[in-house]
């Protein structure tokens, strides 16, 4: 006998019953908040989910975040880091394991907050976006002004009220999100979009960039510690004052603007002027400027008059000039005289030298040597026109022998290439022949081997082929089915039949033939 116990307990397979512990958890559970620590966490997977775990001083959890919501998380997974994870309580039956699907995520409590703001504070400032040397000068009067806040708020009436109140001027708003999963990607976009406008036009880039949100609590000021808006005021090509919170609010972003200021209406005040003591001014550096042009007149009139007194009388200063000029023009007409002199005694010693020098004289013997050079040139050109007829006529000569000579080679040349076309010729139709005949004789055993490998040949032989309903060929008597109806193809045609068992045999009696004895065969079916 047997000695297993019977029993009325339900017997479940390894996937029924972690598919019932699934169903238990999550409807025991559903969402729930779990604060721990992170650990064993290396970046998101290569498909984009997150693993890690979440522990305590005595316990652990595996942690799992899909690739959409990493995507959305304002708080980004770190290890090490304390957090309030929230999500839903699950099992992942491969691992007969529980775990929890992390929708949101956050810093537990403001220490862990301020920790993160600080740690991400120091990797900003180790990489030189918040040095002083790369803060740039505000303009002192901008033509145009551009607000990143939220439209909706009262800091965008405070900034305007206080721009037109000190001097007014062109206000872009920009307006964003300040407080959101969404709020930092907005102001980020704000700042690139206003340093992206063209520099003229209608919609020009702004001179100074207000950056600017109301009080609030460290997490309602958390966008403005992220690092994609951090990264965007430090690259910011347009002066930027950041303007968050009150004036004991602290964020990342007022390290890296090129201006902090304690509230939005100070902001306001530190982008523009005041417009009346800008005149005021203007007013006094005009009257002290008016003055000090006037004094500076009367002092240079008396300086003039000073010195005019102590200058000579004109006569003394041109006495001695004149003098001077009256000596200097007696010299010039002596050596004047002097030099018409020579001059008279050069031209007589050139008129004596051209009376030597005839032209008369000197273009006939110019005419005697132009006709001796004309003798010649003739001489030479008839010397030189026989020299080239001779040239000519041996050179014809020659390239009539050489055009004989060219001829014969060619003929020679088509008459052995004619004679090699002839001779291929009669090789290449016995050839073509003899390939034709070969290929004819295969072909032929080919077809002889074909026929031998034909089943109607070995139908012939008294053998039949047995197919079911299905055209499918039958080849054990075990695939035949009682009652099925079967086609048999003899050599000469073909058959059908109806299969069935037979308990008897039943001999069949054949004619004999040429001394054989007579043999008995069953029915096939």
Not at 182 to 199: K, Q
Not at 444 to 469: I, M, P, T, Y
């Amino acid at each position: 006998m047997s000695d297993v116990p019977v029993t009325n307990v339900l017997e479940l397979s390894v996937s029924e019953l972690s598919a019932a512990l699934k169903r238990t958890v999550e409807d025991r559970f559903g969402f729930v908040r779990v604060r721990g620590e992170i650990s064993n966490y290396r970046g998101p997977h290569s498909s984009g989910h997150a693993y890690f775990c979440l522990k305590d001083q005595s316990a652990r959890i595996d942690a799992v975040i899909w690739k959409g919501v990493f995507a959305r998380l304002k708080t980004k997974p770190q290890e090490g880091l304390e957090v309030i994870a929230t999500g839903k309580v699950t099992t992942y039956p491969g691992k007969s394991a529980y775990q929890i699907i992390v929708e949101a995520l956050e810093p537990a409590g403001i220490g862990a907050l301020m920790a993160l703001i600080e740690e991400r504070r120091r990797k900003l400032a180790g990489e030189g976006l918040f040095d002083e040397a790369r803060k740039r000068p505000l303009p002192f009067l901008p033509g145009c002004i551009g607000v990143v806040t939220s439209p909706t708020g009262a800091v965008i009436r405070d900034v305007l009220h206080r721009i037109a109140e000190r001097f007014p001027r062109h206000v872009l708003v920009w307006p964003v999100r300040v407080q959101g999963e969404t709020a930092a990607a907005e102001i980020a976009a704000a700042i690139d979009g206003f340093n992206a406008l063209p520099e003229h036009g209608p919609l020009r880039r702004p001179d100074v960039i207000i950056v600017a949100r109301g009080g609030g609590s460290l997490e309602d000021l958390g966008s403005f510690n992220e690092e994609i808006v951090v990264r965007a005021a430090a690259r910011s090509l347009v002066p930027l004052i950041a303007a968050v919170g009150h004036e004991t609010d602290w964020t990342l972003i007022d390290h890296a603007a090129d201006l902090r200021a304690p509230t939005p209406t100070a902001a306001a005040e530190k982008a523009v002027p005041v417009r009346g003591e800008l005149a005021a001014a203007l007013a006094d550096l005009a009257r002290r400027h008016m003055g000090a042009a006037i004094r500076h007149l009367v002092r240079r009139n008396s300086e003039f008059r000073a010195l005019s007194r102590a200058l000579p009388q004109s006569d003394s200063i041109f006495a001695i000039r004149r003098q001077q000029l009256d000596n200097l023009e007696g010299r010039l007409n002596g050596a004047r005289a002097k030099a018409c002199g020579r001059g008279q005694l050069g031209l007589a010693r050139l008129a004596h030298r051209l009376t030597q020098q005839s032209p008369h004289a000197k273009m006939a013997r110019d005419g005697e040597r132009l006709k001796a050079f004309g003798q010649r040139l003739r001489r030479y050109r008839t010397a030189g026109n026989d020299g080239r007829k001779q040239t000519l006529k041996h050179l014809a000569a020659r390239l009539g022998n050489a055009r004989a000579t060219r001829i014969t080679l060619e003929h020679a040349r088509a008459e052995a290439a004619r004679q090699r076309l002839d001779a291929l010729s009669g090789r290449m139709k016995p050839g073509f022949e003899s390939r034709i005949a070969a290929h004819r004789a295969r072909i032929k055993s080919l077809e002889q081997v074909v026929a031998s490998l034909d089943h109607r040949q070995v139908l012939a032989r008294g053998f039949a082929l047995v197919r079911d309903g299905n055209n499918k060929l039958l080849r054990r008597a075990a695939e035949v089915i009682d009652d099925a109806h079967l086609d048999i193809e003899f050599a000469d045609g073909h058959k059908t039949a109806i299969a069935g068992t037979r308990k008897d045999t039943v001999p069949v009696k054949r004619p004999a033939g040429n001394g054989q004895r007579k043999r008995e065969q069953g029915s096939l079916f």
